[in-house]
T-cell receptor, first 115, second 110 residues
Framework: GAVVSQHPSRVICKSGTSVKIECRSLDFQATTMFWYRQFPKQSLMLMATSNEGSKATYEQGVEKDKFLINHASLTLSTLTVTSAHPEDSSFYIC???????????FGPGTRLTVL | QQPVQSPQAVILREGEDAVINCSSSKALYSVHWYRQKHGEAPVFLMILLKGGEQKGHDKISASFNEKKQQSSLYLTASQLSYSGTYFCGTSTSNTGKLIFGQGTTLQVKP
C-alpha cells in the first residue's frame, strides 16, 4: 500500500492562531487526497477532497474559508486551520487514493489542541 | 448518508469468531474495511467492489451483497491483535470518496 506521512503529529496552539498540516504521499503520485476530521470515539468525517492543481471540493457544512486546502504538487497537500478555536480541536487525518485502485491509505494523523 | 454498522461493540475471547455488518440505504459502488487502534490512523483491510464479491486473507474475510447494499466482515479465531475499532467506508461511485460508518469496537480478551 501507499506510504503517507503527516506533519506535525501533534500541535497545541492558542485560540485565534492558524495551523498548517502537511500530508505527503511518499511512494506514488497522488492526484487526489482526502482530509478527514475525527472527534474522540467518533467516526471519520470527510471534510474535503483535494485535487492536484485545482480547487478542493468541500463537504456540506465545512467552511472553506476556515479550512484552507492547497494541493500544489502530486505528493503534497496542506490543510490550514485559520483562526483556530477550541471547538476545532480534533484528530485530522489525510488519505491518499490512487495507484490504480480505489483504495485509500491514511496518514498517521495530526492531533490539534486549541487552547 | 452514513452507513450503519452493527453491532456497536463486541467482546470476545481469543479464538472466538465475530461478524461485523455494514448497511447502506444507497446503491453502493464499493465497500472498504479499516481497523483503527486508539490514537492511530485507520489501517486498510480490504476493498470489495460492485458485483457481489467475497475476499479474505488470513483469518479475516468479507462479503458484499450488492442487492441488499450490505457488507459483512468476518473475523475467525480472533487474536489479541484484532482488538480495535472497525470502520466500513462506502462509496456510491468511482470517485474514491468514502463515507464511514460509526464504527464497531472489538475487544479480544485472553
Amino acid at each position: 500500500g501507499a506510504v503517507v506521512s503527516q506533519h506535525p503529529s501533534r500541535v497545541i496552539c492558542k485560540s485565534g492562531t492558524s495551523v498548517k498540516i502537511e500530508c505527503r504521499s511518499l511512494d506514488f503520485q497522488a492526484t487526489t487526497m482526502f482530509w478527514y476530521r475525527q472527534f474522540p470515539k467518533q467516526s471519520l468525517m470527510l471534510m474535503a477532497t483535494s485535487n492536484e492543481g485545482s480547487k478542493a471540493t468541500y463537504e456540506q457544512g465545512v467552511e472553506k474559508d476556515k479550512f484552507l486546502i492547497n494541493h500544489a504538487s502530486l505528493t503534497l497537500s496542506t490543510l490550514t486551520v485559520t483562526s483556530a478555536h477550541p471547538e476545532d480541536s480534533s484528530f485530522y487525518i489525510c488519505s491518499v487514493a490512487g495507484g490504480g485502485t480505489d483504495t485509500q491509505y491514511f496518514g498517521p494523523g495530526t492531533r490539534l489542541t486549541v487552547l | 448518508q452514513q452507513p450503519v454498522q452493527s453491532p456497536q461493540a463486541v467482546i470476545l475471547r481469543e479464538g472466538e469468531d465475530a461478524v461485523i455488518n455494514c448497511s447502506s440505504s444507497k446503491a453502493l459502488y464499493s465497500v472498504h474495511w479499516y481497523r483503527q487502534k486508539h490514537g492511530e490512523a485507520p489501517v486498510f483491510l480490504m476493498i470489495l467492489l460492485k458485483g457481489g464479491e467475497q475476499k479474505g486473507h488470513d483469518k479475516i474475510s468479507a462479503s458484499f451483497n450488492e442487492k441488499k447494499q450490505q457488507s459483512s466482515l468476518y473475523l475467525t479465531a480472533s487474536q489479541l491483535s484484532y482488538s480495535g475499532t472497525y470502520f466500513c467506508g462506502t462509496s456510491t461511485s468511482n470517485t474514491g470518496k468514502l463515507i464511514f460508518g460509526q464504527g464497531t469496537t472489538l475487544q479480544v480478551k485472553p
